[in-house]
């Protein structure tokens, strides 16, 4: 199927939206459109966004799923405010997008789905194709059910089968509209459906109608056409949030010399790490799927007293069972690699809804003094380094490492370019040797540099000792109430993970180390902060913003860092926790920008807010 270069409107961004019923395969149109963009050479960001209830009853509005795809000709930082095109499967994905589409942006419209019911169910009183609700946008119609079974006549499969296939359809008006080459899509199609060859014939054929529709109808008179991004020669892959984890803990673990244990408990959004990881059995991978959360976290730290790296993933309700077993690990001083993808709460919450919210449970949520080191990833391709950097700090400083990432991060994607795994910097682990004959193993011998205590490996000669979650001795690791040891170790264990400080680079910042506003954040605003900054920075104001990757410790220069401002925010997807702890350590009145609707923030929205802080500053600023 040729692309056509004819009626061609060069763009250098593009915003399209996909919405729909869970059951209309909009994840999947998404996703195909994403991988043929990034093959295409753009640089690209998505956000899916799925139901928050699982099997929602079809055409209602919790029952919307949808996905969307900024793509551009230069680099970007978020999958787009509002998108420029939606295409809407039926009343209820309409009634629920309609609002975020820009004025006069592109509406595909799929007319087969506007019955009375249907209306109804999408708590619609008129038709909005007929009440005036529709005007400022470019509305195109088109009944996608039958198109569909119109180019299917000659398939085997039944009626409701070949419905199934409208996606596709809606697929092929989107690639030609985008001048979108089909070409990886029909290879996708083929891999995926391989074994149904009807379902594959049927899909592609729907696909190459809707292509040849908008190609051929007078409706679709212009297509768009994005320039490739500029980018660093290299391989590059498209990437979600999880799977750069994974690859990130296992290249950890490959430059460390461990095998890889993971224990895990099925929640969304951290599944997904849990089925990749089940794949890289050939890399010495063992995964183990729980019966609960408990049992996944204490799986772990039995697999990391036992040598091995251990890993356990999760969501935020599942760090409240954990917690109990990450103050063993403390106690045990175990590495442990603790992923939390936080979703909306509290309790069950929004499963599928992002949130930043667990911070103060993952940094206090234990009982008695139980410091941890926390990271927190801020874009699907910086999932990698973060899960690579708590390989790092996990097995130095024998040391639980909790990693908070998002059910935005964790579902959104973005070219990543592949690394050099020769360049990836050694993790050295040493064991403890075997004993000398006569010469008592002291546990608690701790490295002089960080406080970490040996790793023995079960079952090495003369390595005999006491593990577990009762007060142990300073060195020998018997066990001991005594007051001034209990103090010790409460204090030891505390400046263990205080001295990883130490290991920290100074923090990089977008703009000047002074000025009139700091724009701090962490996890996913980072897009959203980058954009409205760099936006600002244009128009000529002095401000700057930076990203905080080790949230406990922090960046030993993050306290001079702030002082050099008049004003400093923190935007955050709760209601200000971190800006909350750095009040208190740094006395800097750190300034909160809370969201918590369950979606990202917006660029523009960050702006907005920005402006007024400047104008509270009495700064000018131009148009």
């Known amino acids: 199927m040729a692309v056509h270069d004819k009626h061609l409107q060069d763009l250098d961004q593009a915003v399209i939206r996909f919405a729909g019923d869970s059951g209309d395969g909009m994840q999947l149109t998404g996703d195909q459109f994403t991988r043929t963009t990034a093959l295409m050479g753009n640089d690209i960001a998505t956000f899916p966004d799925f139901p928050a209830e699982i099997r929602a009853p079809a055409g209602t509005l919790p029952g919307v799923s949808a996905f969307q795809l900024r793509f551009s000709s230069f680099d970007i930082h978020t999958p787009g405010d509002a998108p420029d095109v939606l295409v809407a499967m039926n009343p209820a994905a309409l009634k629920v997008h309609l609002k975020e589409l820009k004025r006069d942006g592109i509406l595909l419209l799929n007319t087969a789905s506007f019955s009375a019911l249907d209306l109804k169910k999408a708590k619609y009183d008129k038709d909005p194709r007929t009440d005036g609700s529709l005007s400022g946008y470019r509305t195109i119609e088109v009944d996608l059910e039958a198109r569909t079974q119109e180019a299917l006549a000659n398939s085997p499969l039944d009626n409701r089968a070949r419905g199934r296939c409208k996606n596709m359809y809606a697929l092929g008006i989107l690639y030609w509209m985008f001048h979108r080459d089909p070409a990886p899509t029909e290879k996708a199609i083929a891999q995926k459906f391989g074994k149904k060859p009807d379902l594959v014939a049927a899909n592609l054929a729907a696909m190459r109608a809707g292509f040849a529709y908008a190609e051929t109808t007078e409706v679709f008179q212009t297509a768009y056409r994005v320039p490739p991004a500029p980018m660093k020669p290299g391989t590059y892959r498209n990437i979600m949030g999880n799977q750069a984890l994974c690859l990130g803990l296992v290249a950890g673990a490959?430059?460390?010399?461990?095998?890889?244990?993971?224990?895990?408990?099925?929640?969304?959004?951290?599944?997904?790490?849990?089925?990749?990881?089940?794949?890289?059995?050939?890399?010495?991978?063992?995964?183990?799927?729980?019966?609960?959360?408990?049992?996944?976290?204490?799986?772990?730290?039995?697999?990391?007293?036992?040598?091995?790296?251990?890993?356990?993933?999760?969501?935020?309700?599942?760090?409240?069972?954990?917690?109990?077993?990450?103050?063993?690990?403390?106690?045990?001083?175990?590495?442990?690699?603790?992923?939390?993808?936080?979703?909306?709460?509290?309790?069950?919450?929004?499963?599928?809804?992002?949130?930043?919210?667990?911070?103060?449970?993952?940094?206090?949520?234990?009982?008695?003094?139980?410091?941890?080191?926390?990271?927190?990833?801020?874009?699907?391709?910086?999932?990698?380094?973060?899960?690579?950097?708590?390989?790092?700090?996990?097995?130095?400083?024998?040391?639980?490492?909790?990693?908070?990432?998002?059910?935005?991060?964790?579902?959104?994607?973005?070219?990543?370019?592949?690394?050099?795994?020769?360049?990836?910097?050694?993790?050295?682990?040493?064991?403890?040797?075997?004993?000398?004959?006569?010469?008592?193993?002291?546990?608690?011998?701790?490295?002089?540099?960080?406080?970490?205590?040996?790793?023995?490996?079960?079952?090495?000669?003369?390595?005999?000792?006491?593990?577990?979650?009762?007060?142990?001795?300073?060195?020998?690791?018997?066990?001991?109430?005594?007051?001034?040891?209990?103090?010790?170790?409460?204090?030891?264990?505390?400046?263990?993970?205080?001295?990883?400080?130490?290991?920290?680079?100074?923090?990089?910042?977008?703009?000047?180390?002074?000025?009139?506003?700091?724009?701090?954040?962490?996890?996913?605003?980072?897009?959203?902060?980058?954009?409205?900054?760099?936006?600002?920075?244009?128009?000529?104001?002095?401000?700057?913003?930076?990203?905080?990757?080790?949230?406990?410790?922090?960046?030993?220069?993050?306290?001079?860092?702030?002082?050099?401002?008049?004003?400093?925010?923190?935007?955050?997807?709760?209601?200000?926790?971190?800006?909350?702890?750095?009040?208190?350590?740094?006395?800097?009145?750190?300034?909160?920008?809370?969201?918590?609707?369950?979606?990202?923030?917006?660029?523009?929205?960050?702006?907005?807010?920005?402006?007024?802080?400047?104008?509270?500053?009495?700064?000018?600023?131009?148009?």
């Open 254 to 623: 490959q430059k460390a010399g461990l095998q890889l244990f993971l224990g895990s408990y099925p929640i969304t959004p951290a599944s997904d790490i849990l089925h990749q990881l089940s794949g890289y059995k050939h890399h010495g991978v063992v995964t183990f799927q729980a019966e609960d959360e408990i049992a996944a976290v204490c799986a772990a730290i039995g697999a990391s007293y036992s040598g091995c790296l251990g890993i356990t993933s999760t969501s935020g309700p599942g760090i409240a069972l954990k917690s109990e077993a990450m103050g063993l690990a403390v106690m045990a001083e175990l590495p442990l690699i603790v992923i939390d993808v936080q979703r909306a709460g509290p309790s069950t919450g929004m499963p599928t809804k992002t949130q930043q919210a667990d911070l103060l449970q993952v940094m206090y949520g234990r009982n008695g003094e139980s410091p941890v080191c926390v990271l927190a990833a801020s874009t699907p391709a910086d999932a990698f380094e973060v899960g690579f950097e708590a390989v790092r700090i996990a097995t130095k400083y024998m040391a639980p490492v909790v990693v908070l990432s998002d059910g935005y991060i964790a579902n959104g994607s973005e070219p990543w370019l592949l690394p050099d795994p020769d360049a990836l910097p050694a993790i050295p682990v040493a064991f403890a040797p075997a004993g000398e004959p006569g010469v008592k193993f002291m546990p608690y011998a701790r490295d002089p540099a960080t406080l970490a205590r040996p790793w023995a490996r079960p079952g090495t000669k003369g390595l005999v000792h006491r593990i577990g979650g009762l007060e142990k001795a300073d060195v020998t690791g018997n066990i001991c109430y005594e007051p001034d040891n209990h103090q010790h170790m409460v204090d030891t264990r505390a400046q263990k993970i205080a001295n990883i400080a130490a290991d920290l680079p100074p923090l990089q910042t977008f703009g000047p180390r002074h000025g009139d506003v700091l724009v701090l954040g962490w996890g996913s605003p980072r897009g959203a902060i980058t954009a409205a900054t760099l936006r600002l920075q244009q128009k000529g104001l002095q401000v700057s913003c930076a990203f905080l990757r080790h949230l406990n410790p922090l960046p030993n220069d993050l306290g001079e860092l702030m002082k050099g401002f008049r004003r400093v925010v923190l935007p955050e997807l709760n209601k200000g926790q971190l800006a909350m702890m750095l009040r208190s350590k740094y006395l800097v009145d750190v300034q909160s920008h809370s969201q918590v609707n369950g979606q990202p923030f917006k660029s523009h929205d960050i702006e907005r807010h920005l402006l007024k802080v400047f104008a509270e500053l009495g700064v000018e600023v131009s148009q």
